[in-house]
């Protein structure tokens, strides 16, 4: 017999209306990595303007850098598994409301030391906000063909915001380089307005790893600490050696932690994975060209060829247009050619760009530099959304927040480490010109070591979350 009235009715698609507000999650995922990848590239051509400001050396230059940078690498891995616990939109809820808060702090900073400390603050919400980005996208997108595209427009936020940055910083530094903290704040308004239109996400008890935590940031602490300060002090110095001491021990102590915990912060059975521990190496290396070279550059351009930071800016535009301009087709390209073969094609095009870097005489012409840099930002888009996309296929749902912590983690490390380093050999007794050149060595040797890594990467194309 037919039913009739309401009983004649389709039942709801509880999926339906997740489908409905993909849009939402996928913008405030996007918009909540611009924020957090412009406040690393819009500082690097303001800092010879805070130097004049407030004072300070290149160790101090490279804690308004670092300070962020090391407090964000440090907490990832922690926001990875609180994202996984209390779900991504309260994590990035969370994560923007103390960004906001902490880049309005920068920008009314009266002293250096306020600023890093502020630095400090805005690396705390960025370690919330990065795990929790991709999170979002994990959970919004079930099929892997989908979420792979997703993830590409994710990136592409990325790379809009490191085009843009340096440029960006650039026009507002000739105004006031408060100006470029100040940007934050209304960007970052906008995605805590999407995020009401987002799915909220369940929450999944399990107790936190306190003592896994306090372990990785006293290993990051100390080895970012140390490569700093031994750019001042020598690397036999008693700080230095005290602070790389406990670099050592807080790893061995996170290390052991992990693997004797009930409920561990990062479980080690994850790095048994051959993609999550090539997506670690991938990750570490990208970011040392893609992060360090423009604090390289940004000092070399105003200190010794004497560019405003306008000029300085759009000298960086060949190099970051480009990232956020093909980000966009990639997604398409790495369907028909493979993930391993774009990969492959990023590193290789880098790892070139930056050898010519490295052989190019000091008096060679700014617009020449400027065009040498873009191989560095073409490999951007090849690289990290392929390796991303496989990172998430390779783990489960509910691991999606640690994984997308521990990837991050490597970037952030390899940019902390870079400036780090960078910062050490510029200010170095060789001298300026020559600490160049030893960075853009040490950084193209990385890119082809980690080159050598990824024929151990399967043939997995974009739409086959299992195919290898």
Request: charged share 10%; hydrophobic share 60%; with cysteine.
């Amino acid at each position: 017999m037919p039913t009739t009235g309401s009983a004649a009715r389709p039942a709801a698609d509880p999926a339906a209306g997740t489908r409905g507000r993909r849009p939402a999650a996928l913008a405030a995922a996007v918009t909540g990595f611009f924020v957090i990848t412009l406040d690393a590239t819009i500082v690097n051509v303001a800092l010879p303007s805070i130097r004049a400001d407030l004072g300070g050396g290149m160790a101090g230059l490279q804690w308004v850098v670092d300070g962020y940078t090391l407090v964000f690498a440090a907490l990832l891995l922690s926001a990875g598994a609180l994202t996984d616990r209390i779900g991504a939109r309260r994590s990035l809820t969370a994560g923007l409301a103390v960004f906001v808060l902490a880049s309005a702090a920068c920008g009314l900073a009266p002293g250096l030391g306020v600023l890093v400390a502020a630095r400090f603050v805005q690396g705390i919400g960025a370690a919330a906000m990065m795990p929790a980005t991709l999170a979002l996208i994990r959970a919004a997108y079930d099929d892997p063909a989908e979420r792979a595209r997703a993830i590409a427009v994710w990136a592409m936020g990325g790379a809009a915001a490191a085009a843009s940055g340096p440029v960006v910083g650039g026009l507002l530094t000739e105004v006031s380089w408060p100006l470029i903290f100040f940007i934050n704040v209304p960007v970052g308004a906008a995605a805590l307005l999407l995020l009401l239109c987002a799915t909220a996400s369940p929450l999944r008890k399990a107790p936190f790893d306190w003592a896994g935590q306090l372990a990785a940031v006293a290993a990051m602490g100390g080895l970012t600490f140390g490569v700093i300060e031994a750019g001042a002090a020598g690397f036999t110095a008693p700080r230095v050696l005290a602070s790389l001491t406990v670099a050592v021990a807080g790893t061995a102590a996170f290390l052991l932690i992990e693997a004797r915990a009930a409920h561990p912060m990062v479980p080690l059975e994850l790095f048994r994975d051959r993609a999550v521990v090539i997506a670690v190496a991938l990750g570490f290396a990208f970011m040392v060209a893609f992060y360090g070279l423009p604090f390289l550059y940004s000092l070399y351009f105003q200190q010794v060829r004497g560019l405003s930071p306008m000029a300085t800016g759009l000298a960086f535009v060949p190099m970051l247009a480009v990232a956020s301009l093909l980000t966009p087709v990639v997604a398409r390209l790495v369907e028909r050619i493979g993930r391993r073969a774009s990969i492959t094609a990023g590193l290789l095009v880098m790892s070139a760009g930056v050898a010519v870097l490295a052989v190019l005489p000091a008096a060679a012409p700014v617009w020449l530099v400027a065009v040498l840099l873009f191989p560095v930002g073409l490999g951007g888009p090849l690289i990290m959304p392929p390796i991303t996309a496989h990172l998430l296929d390779s783990v489960p749902a509910h691991r999606a927040g640690v994984a997308g912590g521990i990837l991050n983690t490597a970037r952030q490390v390899g940019g902390a480490l870079a400036i780090a380093v960078f910062g050490a050999l510029l200010a170095g007794p060789a001298g300026f010109t020559a600490g160049v050149r030893a960075c853009l060595v040490i950084t193209c040797v990385l890119l082809v070591a980690t080159t050598a890594a990824t024929p151990l990467l399967g043939r997995r194309r974009q739409g086959a979350a299992h195919a290898s």
